[in-house]
């Protein structure tokens, strides 16, 4: 038997997986299918890329970290599954801005920004912030009293630059909110501010417009919204645990907080703020 040795005669298993998701968002794209249909293979598309983060990127973020030894292959395999992911993604925002939003909004189903908000729109928005939402945000302004939060797998959060000083004099500048899971993403606007359409805001759009009014007497700089993937590999050697169960569960609790392997940030997010979140994370 002969045996091939020259890695041109192999495809790389990762880069495989991201161009099947490249396929399959290619079908977002396809009229023959109905539109909610076209949404779904897109929202297929941000799950599988979520699932391929968690299990397939450690060892290459690792590498890259140092943990592992450093190899050219180990270096090309990195940039070339960032930029394949990078390039799905922004597809992935082409195709939901510029096709899906659009053909929606023919069809009576709008998100709307806050800009694109009319007062009474802008005054229920807000009353809404009040009553169900500002209860359960905390912010943290970091010192060496309040460290950077323990941030979950995959959930929303703000990072904010301030200025000035807060009620005891410190000049602390940067603050995170943490937004709790049980908060729906999206709200829709009650019918009589809706007409005969379906309107719906984000929640990230939501806090974005009161974020000020968390840090009363402070001014916000410049601040973005961010995501981390942590690595969720489950891996439990039946024979080396005296309790399976127990070592599952275990092992399902420390998914939330495993080592990063993706930050997701605003496309205008500031660049200190990107730094600092990277910096944060231990990313490369």
């Known amino acids: 038997m002969r045996i091939i040795s020259s890695p041109i005669k192999f495809l790389n298993r990762d880069l495989s ?12 794209q396809n009229h023959d299918y109905p539109l909610l249909e076209r949404l779904r293979f897109l929202c297929i598309v941000s799950s599988n890329l979520d699932e391929f983060f968690e299990v397939r990127a450690a060892p ?3 590498a890259m970290r140092g ?9 090309q395999s990195y940039l070339a599954i960032s930029k394949a992911a990078h390039t799905l993604v922004e597809k992935q925002y082409q195709i939901f801005n510029n096709e899906l939003m659009p053909t929606l909004a023919e069809q ?16 229920w928005v807000a009353k809404y912030f009040e009553s169900d939402v500002r209860p359960l945000l905390v912010p943290v302004a970091l010192d060496p009293s309040h460290p ?17 000083n807060d009620a005891f004099g410190r000049s602390n500048n940067i603050a995170i909110v943490r937004v709790p899971r049980a908060l729906p993403r999206l ?11 379906q ?28 995501r981390v993937t942590r690595h969720s590999d489950l891996a439990v050697d039946e024979e080396d645990v005296k309790n399976l169960r127990t070592a599952l569960r275990k092992g399902l609790v420390q998914r939330n907080f495993g080592d990063a392997v993706r930050l997701e940030v605003s496309n205008n997010c500031d660049e200190k703020l990107a730094k600092l979140l990277l910096q ?5």
């Open 17 to 28: 997986i991201l161009a099947f998701n490249e396929r399959v968002l290619s079908l977002a």
């Open 280 to 284: 944060q994370f231990d990313l490369p």
């Open 148 to 164: 950077f939060p323990q941030v979950a797998n995959k959930s929303l959060n703000f990072i904010v630059a301030l200025g000035g």
């Open 108 to 123: 009576g189903v709008r998100l709307v920004s806050h800009g694109e908000r009319t007062p009474e729109q802008k005054r």
């Open 67 to 75: 943990e592992e030894q450093q190899t050219d292959i180990n270096v």
């Open 199 to 226: 309107l719906f805001v984000s929640l990230s759009s939501v806090i974005r417009s009161h974020l000020a009014s968390l840090f009363t007497g402070r001014e916000v700089l410049s601040f973005s919204q961010f």
């Open 187 to 197: 709200i829709k606007l009650p019918k009589t501010l809706s007409g005969k359409q």
């Open 60 to 62: 290459h973020v690792d």
